[in-house]
């Protein structure tokens, strides 16, 4: 398994760059967004990678993080979902977005990706809900996003924040929060307002 690639930037387009390492080019399939954050072509880069060998391909799927790959190595797990689903996934929603919709039974978040339908999505949450919930994933938790606060005004902003960082405006975040019990802790209140907003993942 190649873990990792760290070479001279020979090609770069929004989906795949080329890596010099030791003499060799290795050519390495992106998720959207990622070619951009790396450096120029001539430039030294660094991706975390997942080899894929199947009957008539082999391929390698890279990542700006290690936690990005983990998700991957976790969504291709699931059954239907390919390399190439899994990229397409993690093309629109961040891993930390994809732990919280597990987290929240937000299968609808998945159905942005491209190759993801309803079922699918279904299926995704479904296995991988436990390993969430066990911390398996070695990435964001909920946990991670708000402090429980003193008092219920501060676990509604703890809230709000945590909603804004994952994307969400502050009148969908307020629509959603104003429904719900401000005594809950923070934790709760993020996962019961993101399934109120589920569907909504731009």
């Known amino acids: 398994m190649i873990y990792s ?3 001279k930037v020979l090609e770069k387009t929004l989906d795949r760059v080329v890596l010099s390492c030791a003499g060799v080019g290795y050519e390495v399939n992106l998720p959207a967004g990622v070619a951009g954050a790396l450096a120029p ?17 082999i391929s390698l799927f890279g990542f700006p993080d290690p936690e990005s790959r983990k998700i991957f190595l976790l969504l291709t797990g699931v059954s239907g979902v390919g390399p190439k689903v899994g990229l397409a996934i993690l093309s629109v929603l961040s891993p930390k977005r ?43 938790e909920l946990g991670d996003l708000a402090v ?23 009148s969908e975040a307020a629509a959603a929060l104003n429904q719900l019990d401000a005594s809950l802790p923070t934790e709760e209140l993020i996962r019961q307002a993101l399934r109120q907003m589920a569907g909504k993942v731009r």
Request: proline residues 3%.
């Open 148 to 170: 429980p606060a003193a008092v219920p005004a501060a676990g509604m902003a703890q809230a709000m924040a945590a909603l804004a960082a994952l994307g969400y405006t502050q």
């Open 41 to 57: 072509v001539g430039g030294e880069a660094t991706v975390y990678t997942c080899l894929n060998v199947s009957e008539n391909d």
């Open 98 to 140: 994809i732990v919280l919709a597990i987290s929240a039974a937000d299968h609808k978040a998945f159905t942005a990706a491209s190759g993801v339908g309803p079922k699918l999505a279904q299926r995704i949450v479904l296995e991988l809900k436990d390993k969430v919930g066990k911390g398996l994933v070695g990435t964001v």
């Open 5 to 7: 690639l760290t070479g």
